[in-house]
């Protein structure tokens, strides 16, 4: 299995789309952030992936960094379903979603700022499989991953888990220095309780490296020390 990163940005940040390839056929996670297509097209070629060897765009949520470019991907990637929670979906689909609530005194004002200054829409984007349960993705896609259920960020909220332990969680962890100055839990999030009780559960899957939205992967042990900083129990 091979992982390659495509960052996309924009207005609103840098949003990493994955691009997850196996034997059976490839994979991307999240639609970017709204910027120029080109940066994912250039991603695409760089990573050597014919876009007809895509079959399905995985969004761990609908919030408009995830969406940014999606309508463009989509069109670009010719056999690819979308997948999304059927939560998120209205949000994909009309275009317009509403940011997530602030966890920190950071996160609070990152929000108030938000809608105040910077309310935007993009391209709606049909979701052809609205999900509410954990999936595999081996008779969908070729990939021997499975989407997991993650809700806290928004009640959508989705990661997708590989059998080699890689799990992406949008925006269920963070590792931007305009997020975060260090790797951890979410800034932002619609039901933070709710984010805490998911990556319990997803820690106990085994996972081998966290891979967020915004920067770099990570060792699950930075959120294990941070679940038991919250004195959530194992």
Request: with cysteine.
């Amino acid at each position: 299995m091979r992982i390659f990163t495509i960052p996309v940005s924009g207005l609103l940040g840098t949003c990493n789309c994955y691009l997850v390839q196996d034997k059976g056929g490839s994979i991307l996670i999240d639609g970017g952030a709204p910027g120029n297509p080109k940066q994912f097209y250039n991603g695409l070629r760089a990573a050597g992936v014919a876009p007809a060897a895509v079959r399905a765009i995985v969004l761990t949520h609908g919030h408009l960094d995830h969406i940014g470019i999606l309508a463009s991907i989509h069109a670009h990637l010719p056999n690819a379903l979308v997948i999304a929670h059927q939560h998120d979906a209205p949000w994909i689909e009309g275009g317009n979603p509403p940011y997530p609530a602030g966890v920190t005194p950071y996160g609070k004002f990152m929000t108030w700022s938000a809608n105040r200054l910077a309310r935007m829409t993009v391209p709606g984007t049909p979701v052809n499989m609205k999900i509410n349960r954990e999936i595999s993705l081996k008779a969908i896609a070729g990939i021997d991953a499975r989407i997991i259920l993650m809700p806290g960020h928004t009640a959508g909220s989705i990661a997708v888990l590989t059998s080699e332990g890689d799990a992406f969680v949008g925006d269920s962890a963070m590792n931007a220095w305009y997020l975060r100055l260090s790797p951890g839990l979410p800034i932002l999030a619609d039901d933070f309780p709710a984010v805490l009780t998911s990556w319990r559960n997803l820690l106990r899957l085994k996972v081998r490296t966290i891979y967020p939205a915004h920067g770099k992967p990570f060792s699950p042990s930075v959120i294990d020390e941070q679940l038991r900083q919250h004195r959530v129990a194992g």
